[in-house]
């Protein structure tokens, strides 16, 4: 019997733009869980926060009840969720591919988003 969902703690450092990170939202979605959701590339302050406690550079990163998933699918995530009792699985479709890598289009986002935010970031500086 999965536990009660209050009693589940999620924080999830995923990309604006990315078939993974989309893949472990669509997973919260299915089951309606709530999640915080740190942006590494509208942030690059989460990444860095991402980076240190993964002890890896790559995304998605989930930590559910203070244990670390790195580098992880939806798939994946719904799996271990399933396995340690959190939810009890489901055979209800996901809203979005859950094993999917970025396309060159979301890639293509991810790099224009991260440009503007060091131009913001850079014209913040100039002003201190």
Known sequence: MANDKKDIEITAYLKTFCGWSEGVRSIFRKYDLDFEEKDIIKNPAYRWEMEQKSGQPLSPCVIVNGTMLPDVSGEEVEAWMSEQG??????????APIDSACTDEQHAAMEAEALKNQAEGASIRLLD
């Open 86 to 95: 959190l939810l009890e699985a489901s055979e209800e479709e996901a809203d």
